[in-house]
């Protein structure tokens, strides 16, 4: 299922982020930028110590916030580093540093020339954000930024039918003002 929300087409598929062609895929890092396991992992094993070297020079990034690097030996041009929010009960801002990681995501690959894009569900694995708040967020956020941004797909990228099914909801649930720039 896909929807197009300013002429930016926000899709949803089960497979591997690792194996996207895309512009740029957004990897669920930690703030040191130091790889871990899950997506993080999967990108660095994938992409090659090039990555790594990289993300080093950076030294690390704040929760909400996204960097980015080459993509190594994947078929995209970009990863964009993104933090999410670990989840502590929701309140701590855990929302807007969400919103935050994928609005600061999106704007990094923009500003690299980035047209197509990948996400992974963020926040959503060790780091324990509720799945279907996580969806209805990275969806409203996406759709309300990522037509003013230029993009020309925005693709989630989801590992289990069970997290697919979530986030097709989500998608299905987008109201289309929250892809007027609220």
Same mark, same amino acid.
């Given at each position: 299922m896909n929807r197009t929300f300013g002429g930016a087409t926000i899709a949803c598929v089960r497979g591997d982020i690792t194996e996207q062609q895309v512009? #740029?895929?957004?990897? !669920?890092?930690?703030?040191?930028?130091? =790889?871990?396991? $899950?997506?993080?992992? /999967?990108?660095?094993?994938?992409?090659?110590?090039?990555?790594?070297?990289?993300?080093?020079?950076?030294?690390?990034?704040?929760t909400g916030q996204a960097v980015r690097t080459?993509?190594?030996?994947?078929?995209?041009?970009?990863?964009?580093?993104?933090?999410?929010?670990?989840?502590?009960?929701g309140e701590h801002d855990e929302a807007d540093l969400l919103a935050s990681a994928y609005e600061s995501s999106l704007k990094v690959a923009a500003e690299s020339? #980035?047209?197509?894009? !990948?996400?992974?569900?963020?926040?959503? =694995?060790?780091? $324990?954000?509720?799945? /279907?708040?996580a969806a209805a967020i990275a969806m409203g956020t996406v759709a309300s930024h990522a037509p003013e941004l230029g993009f020309r797909e925005v693709r989630f990228v989801l590992f289990s039918d069970a997290d697919l099914?979530?986030?097709?909801?989500?998608?299905?649930?987008?109201?289309?003002?929250?892809?007027?720039g609220r």
């Open positions: 512009d #740029a895929i957004v990897n !669920a890092a930690n703030a040191q930028l130091a =790889g871990g396991g $899950g997506v993080d992992g /999967a990108i660095h094993r994938a992409g090659g110590p090039s990555i790594m070297a990289e993300c080093r020079t950076i030294g690390g990034c704040l080459g993509a190594g030996d994947l078929p995209a041009e970009h990863v964009i580093h993104a933090v999410g929010p670990i989840w502590r009960g020339g #980035a047209r197509t894009i !990948a996400f992974p569900s963020i926040s959503t =694995g060790a780091y $324990g954000y509720p799945k /279907a708040n099914k979530v986030y097709l909801q989500a998608l299905a649930d987008v109201a289309p003002s929250e892809a007027s």
